[in-house]
């Protein structure tokens, strides 16, 4: 596997020219899942146009802190007219045995970013990558190209994705609930639902490896990702998901990202992000 060596000012520079260039251009493994049909209303969808923003990362990876660098900019500053950059740092764990084993790496995302190179025809899985809306792979190192990728990705139509209120459980805090929406899609295949669970923010200090010495900080770090249902070719979905956290895990510091995708991993139909209730 190809694991993105290359040096880490140079990419950081690039990186940062490129969000620069972006804002002044015009215009897991599903443990403790359960589901259930139940009828609901759902209270809020994506205000902005959803862009699904998906970085393959590891802490052993000397190039991936500045790719981290900058999806925790593209979380807070949004620097896309009229989209939502719903972000999702996914860690691989193909680095884990040179030295230093990644506590947030999932086999379950790696093989998820080996799905995304069957699928786009790519040669073989590296760090960091960058996927957007399920279809481009972004040229870390081209502002222009990340541009051009992100604004034509708000141009592309996309279904309402609604997720509820997400609430604790009162009697066991390790328990999260919540309601899941899509409408119906004109496609004629079915898509795949899925729903994340990411943390806001992780720091870790890292100890051994290509980034030992080094305190790193992540966004929206999964830690559950899985298939909830499918969306029917002309139906709407509706399902209850109750998600049991990690023990330890801050309720406050866990965002839900819920998406459609066509299978493949393929194209993203609509994706929306929210929450727990303060």
């Known amino acids: 596997m190809s694991r993105g060596r290359s040096a880490q000012s140079s990419v950081a520079a690039v990186l940062f020219c490129g969000l620069l260039f972006l804002q002044t251009a015009p215009t897991a493994d599903g443990r403790g899942l359960q589901v259930e049909n139940r009828t609901a209303t759902a209270e809020t969808s ?3 146009h959803p862009i699904l923003v998906e970085l393959f990362t ?15 900019k593209m979380d807070t500053s949004q620097p896309v007219p009229g989209a939502q950059l719903i972000v999702l740092s996914e860690h691989v764990d193909y680095w884990d045995h040179d030295g230093w084993k990644d506590p947030n790496s999932s086999p379950t995302l790696t093989e998820r970013q080996t799905a995304y190179v069957g699928a786009l025809g790519l040669k073989t899985p590296y760090t960091p990558q960058i996927i957007v809306d399920g279809t481009t792979e972004l040229r870390i190192g081209d502002p ?15 279904i309402p994705v609604r ?7 009162a009697g066991d805090p390790a328990v999260i609930q919540t309601h899941i929406e899509a409408d119906g899609s004109s496609d004629k295949h079915n898509a795949d639902v899925f729903v994340a669970v990411a943390l806001d923010r992780v720091e870790s200090q890292v100890l051994r490896g290509e980034n030992g010495g080094r305190h790193l900080t992540h966004v929206a ?18 399902e209850t998901v109750q ?4 023990p330890g895990t801050d309720a406050k510091n866990v965002r839900i990202v819920a998406f459609v995708q066509e299978p493949g991993p393929g194209r993203l139909l609509g994706a929306a992000l929210r929450k727990p209730a303060s």
């Not at 997720?163 to 459980?169: A, P, R």
């Not at 998600?243 to 990690?246: E, F, G, Q, V």
């Open 46 to 48: 994506s205000p902005d």
């Open 58 to 72: 590891s802490e052993g990876c000397s190039s991936c802190p500045p790719a981290d660098a900058l999806l925790l």
């Open 144 to 158: 222009q190209q990340t541009s051009k990728m992100l604004h034509e990705a708000v141009a592309s139509p996309k």
């Open 163 to 169: 997720i509820g209120e997400v609430t604790v459980d």
């Open 221 to 238: 770090v999964v830690v559950q990702l899985t298939k909830i249902g499918k969306l029917k070719k002309g139906q709407s979905f509706g």
């Open 243 to 246: 998600l049991k956290l990690k």
